[in-house]
């Protein structure tokens, strides 16, 4: 996958929705509440819960699933 379409898929992440990444080799990671990091110097794609950051390799992703909004 593209880091560009990556990106833009992951864009309406507000911190109040999990993702789940499965990668081409098999693992996969969730990361809930997840909120995109804007673009930093190194051009990486970072993802935050609030507790941590993940790096993620946009090449690697096979696929990835994105929780829908909860209702109010």
Do not use: C, N, S, Y
Not at 34 to 51: F, M, Q
Request: net charge negative.
């Amino acid at each position: 996958m593209q880091v560009d379409a990556l990106r833009a898929a992951l864009a309406r992440l507000d911190g109040h929705r999990a993702v789940r990444f499965v990668f081409t080799a098999g693992q996969a990671l969730v990361v809930e509440k997840a909120l995109v990091i804007p673009v930093e110097e190194d051009g990486l794609l970072k993802l935050t819960d609030g507790d941590r950051e993940v790096i993620i390799d946009a090449d690697a992703v096979a696929w990835l699933e994105i929780d829908l909004p909860k209702a109010p």
